[in-house]
Structure formats: C-alpha cells, structure tokens
C-alpha cells in the first residue's frame, strides 16, 4: 500500500485530502504543528496523525526514517497572517520546503507534490496564464512560494519526481482565509465594492476544479 505523508492536514485543503485519499485506500500520515483543527479528520480509517512544527528539522527527519513514505504531499505554509514578516514567510514557505525536499531524497522518497499559489503570476494578471507564463510575484508569501518552486526545480534528481500544483484562492470547510470573511459579511446582507468594482477574482472550492474533477482529484491523478 502507498503511503502518503501530508503537510499542514490541519487546513482547508490538507484536510479534506487527507480524507479522500485515505477512503482511496492510501495509507495516509497527517501531520499537523498541533492538535488544533486536526479532531475533525481522526475517525477515519487508513490515518495515522503525527504532530511537528514544518520547520523543526529533526522532528521530521525522525518522522521520515519511522516509516517508508512513498509520497509526500507539502500543503503546510503561512498564508493569512497578519503579523507574518518576511523572515516567517521566508522560514516556513521557502526554507522549510527545500529542507523538506532534501529530506525526501535523504529517505528515499519517491514522489514530491508541492502546493504553491497562482500569486507566483503577480497580482495584477489580466489574461489567462497557464504554466509556461512568466513568474512576478509581488508578496512576501508569493515571492517565498516562487523561491521554493525554484529550488525543488533546481535541486531535484533522477531519484524523486516532482510536481507543482499552483491553485488559485481556495475556499471550503475549514477555510481559515478571505473568501470565508467575504461570505460571512454577505450572509449580513452587506455586499462591499472592492476598488472600482471591476476587480476579478477566480476563488475555487477544494470541490471544484473544473467540471467533473476536484482539486483532490488532481492531486490524486499525480500520484
């Protein structure tokens, strides 16, 4: 049986996928920074939960040699923090993930899958990019997802496959960021105009990439 070790379980997406994989018939280990969040994913069957900081090294190391992981799955980021400067986004999106990385190849890890964002385009984007556009990203979380990106391009080997997944804003249960604000103020029957009102956004559910396939269905076609 594949096992499959996902970063940040606790959030929108890690959650849920952690779950569909597991009813897939994946052997699936769910690490989470702490129990916080994580409840709402243990009664399934299939799942082990481990507990460990992204960026404490040894912990994960410790972790990768306990078991044979054939997959990793790295969803954990800072994402909406308000109090994040640039050397958090820079420690935990960028230089966790290529610590991560090199972890894998370390343990003999088959397979990398890395979240990055759609934001690695920049933010004023009026056309319809697809994977060979060109990179301007404009934020500290951005700009630490596009690093990470570059560095698992250019440090990878014939050993371990890679694939980067770049979604735009994702919303769902568990959402901890904007798109849930947004639809808690609507359901107020207040309805704010942002800029000029002609501001274009392109939010999906975890349950919706395109017609017939979820973003855990892509996620799920790579492994």
């Known amino acids: 049986m594949t ?35 994580i409840n709402n994913i ?21 972790l990768l040699s306990l078991k ?39 343990h003999h890890i088959k397979q990398f899958v890395f979240i990055s964002t759609v934001a690695v385009y920049g933010e004023d984007t009026p056309k319809v990019f697809d994977e060979e556009a060109p990179c301007s990203p404009q934020t500290l979380y951005a700009l630490s997802k596009w690093k990470a990106e570059e ?10 496959r890679f694939s980067i997944i770049r979604p735009s804003t994702v919303y769902g249960n568990n959402d901890k960021g904007n798109i849930k604000r947004l639809f808690n103020i609507a359901k107020r029957g207040i309805f704010p105009v942002i800029g000029d009102g002609n501001n274009l956004k392109s939010p999906v559910s975890y349950t919706h990439l395109r017609p017939h396939e979820t973003v855990l269905d892509l996620v799920f076609r790579l492994l």
């Open 42 to 62: 243990s009664p399934v069957e299939g799942i082990d939960i481990a507990y460990s900081d992204i960026c404490d090294t040894e912990k994960i190391d410790e």
């Open 151 to 160: 560095y698992i391009k250019c440090n990878c080997n014939q050993h371990i």
């Open 68 to 106: 044979q992981f054939d997959v990793i799955i790295h969803l954990a980021a800072i994402v909406h923090a308000r109090d994040a400067g640039e050397n958090d986004f820079e420690r935990v999106n960028y230089h966790a993930t290529a610590v991560l990385f090199e972890l894998a190849k370390k």
């Open 3 to 37: 096992e499959i070790l996902i970063t940040g379980a606790n959030g929108c997406i890690g959650s849920a996928l952690v779950k569909y994989l597991a009813k897939s018939g994946y052997k699936v280990t769910a690490l989470a920074r702490d129990i916080m969040g």
